[in-house]
T-cell receptor, first 109, second 115 residues
Framework: LAKTTQPISMDSYEGQEVNITCSHN???????ITWYQQFPSQGPRFIIQ???TKVTNEVASLFIPADRKSSTLSLPRVSLSDTAVYYC??????????FGAGTILRVKS | NAGVTQTPKFQVLKTGQSMTLQCAQD?????MSWYRQDPGMGLRLIHY???????DQGEVPNGYNVSRSTTEDFPLRLLSAAPSQTSVYFC??????????????FGPGTRLLVL
């Protein structure tokens, strides 16, 4: 399974767009890129998944360059409730998710 | 649907005691797994199952046993609790993806303190 590297933490203010970049230099051809969000005292929650180019849903966008060695999770106009840990995961059909330490996002008013 | 449920929510054990953490899902998911999360760290996979009667080890299986007699239930057993097993335990389930990572649904977690 490809290893991922994310910033340890990020700070933002309400209403700003937040971009969290994940590096995965050893991504394999069959690997998908998936992001999860975890609030304190809760289990992780699926945010978005993609294979290449751009994916958008009601919560976030995921940008994946052509070489797929990195990806960027974009959260538009964050609010205080977006304060959480965000995990980038890379893998294929394996349901065996490998979580790194994630990125702690702190949104301030 | 209740989704993924876990019991108990919190448990205190003494070193050497055994216990079972319960996990159940009502989404007819083939895949179920157990993770542990230590403070400030990501989740680490303990055991997983791709269907009833089939289990396998994850990254940190030592000290834990699992069984999968039904599709719905996937209990995690601590054979002889140790302080190093103090952690938050999450159960997750998903469909068994063949071509992509399936979305995993996590339970609320069980906080375990071993004294």
């Amino acid at each position: 399974l490809a290893k991922t590297t994310q910033p340890i933490s990020m700070d933002s203010y309400e209403g700003q767009e937040v971009n969290i970049t994940c590096s995965h230099n050893n991504i394999a051809t069959n690997d998908y890129i998936t992001w999860y969000q975890q609030f304190p005292s809760q289990g992780p929650r699926f945010i978005i998944q993609g294979y290449k180019t751009k994916v958008t849903n009601e919560v976030a966008s995921l940008f994946i360059p052509a070489d797929r060695k990195s990806s960027t999770l974009s959260l538009p106009r964050v609010s205080l409730s977006d304060t959480a840990v965000y995990y980038c995961l890379v893998g294929d059909n394996g349901n065996k998710l490998v979580f790194g330490a994630g990125t702690i996002l702190r949104v301030k008013s | 649907n209740a989704g993924v449920t876990q019991t108990p929510k919190f448990q205190v054990l003494k070193t050497g005691q055994s216990m079972t953490l319960q996990c159940a899902q009502d989404m007819n998911h083939e895949y179920m797994s157990w993770y542990r999360q230590d403070p400030g760290m990501g989740l680490r996979l303990i055991h997983y199952s791709v269907g009833a009667g089939i289990t396998d080890q994850g990254e940190v299986p030592n000290g834990y046993n699992v069984s999968r007699s039904t599709t719905e239930d996937f209990p995690l057993r601590l054979l002889s609790a140790a302080p190093s097993q103090t952690s938050v335990y999450f159960c997750a389930s998903s469909y068994l993806g063949l071509a992509e990572q399936e979305t995993q649904y996590f339970g609320p977690g069980t906080r375990l303190l071993v004294l």
